[in-house]
């Protein structure tokens, strides 16, 4: 099972999820955003998706039969900035992925999509479900280059015989109770890691990004799914039978929405501290809410979350957060030096 982007923070779950059902991941990422630690499950190959060779000979030397793209640059805001940058790491990166599969015989694909194909749905209020059938309107670079992603993996799909399931993340969050691997972002931008680490006082204070949204406490709704669910959908979208040919896009969320004020309030109950915070503006492109139609996962995939309750996904996270998590002081960057790679691996 080739993973790429296998050494960042849903990958490196899904790793671990891999392995304990009996496949047998291989970890291709080239660590510009990855963490080697998380690198626990498989094999490990240093390379970057834009390059076709080191894809064509990963695979080859691997036996690969089926293959799960997480591999991308994901910062909204950087999207904004530099789209040059985002389509050419995640449109670009996947053309050469899926023309590496497709020379190889590799028929099967699991892709790392996101709610922000959705954009802003008109008309709909911020608690309202968004199903998979609702047109797609993405407010980014970053969502932009997600559907176009979705839509090239379609059309290898009819045209090669491929098939595919794009998976539509909402919010990711928590990580693994054995404590090994978590969340670790650099620069870190997420509600629930920032929130932990004002309360632990290791962080900033943590700026709401404004209250003036049309939902019950005025903060943004989003649907958290704990990382280990997230994980677990990606076993799912694998085992589920399809025709060649055929791809769906699936949302991958609770159906539940919490406000930013209650994740702090989670924060808060989980560390027994207070979330130091102040109030600040909207955040540019933040739709007031996002909250999934999980039910197609459901009838698909037979999937459904298990531990995404938002206490749980907060306990889970800050357990993580307050232990040495690997992070940034560990973080590595070994451009083509394989041998420290497999001397630090694990
Ligand atoms: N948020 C916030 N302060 C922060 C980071 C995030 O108020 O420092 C809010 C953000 O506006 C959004 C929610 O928390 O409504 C979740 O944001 P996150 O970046 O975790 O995920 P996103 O929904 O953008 O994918």
Sequence with gaps: MLVTGGAGYIGAHTAKALAEQGYRPVVFDSLRSGFLPAVRWGDFVHGDIRDGRA?????????IREAIHFASLIEVGRSVERPDLFWDVNVGGTACLLDALRDCGVNRLVFSSSAAVYGQPEGLAAADLLSETLPTVPT??????????????????RAFGLSAVALRYFNAAGADPSGLIGEAHDPETHLIPLAIAAALGTGKPLTVFGQDFPTPDGSCL??????????AAHVAALDVELPAGA???????????????????????????????????????????????????????????????LDQIVQDAARWHADQR??????????????TISSLRG
């Design 140 to 157: 980014s670079p970053y969502g932009d280059t997600k559907l176009a992603c979705e839509r090239m993996i379609a059309a290898y799909c």
């Design 247 to 309: 791809f769906e896009a699936v949302n991958v969320g609770t159906g539940r929405g919490w406000s930013v004020l209650e994740a702090i309030e989670a924060v808060e109950r989980a560390l027994c501290r207070p979330v130091p915070r102040t109030l600040g503006a909207r955040r540019a492109g933040d739709p007031p809410g996002l909250v999934a139609d999980p039910s197609r996962a459901r009838t698909l995939l037979g999937w459904s979350p298990v531990r995404s309750s």
């Design 55 to 63: 894809l064509r000979e990963a695979i080859a030397a691997h036996g």
């Design 222 to 231: 989003r649907d958290y799914i704990h990382v280990t669910d997230l994980a």
């Design 326 to 339: 690997y992070g940034r002081s560990v973080k590595v960057n070994l451009e083509g030096n394989k041998e």
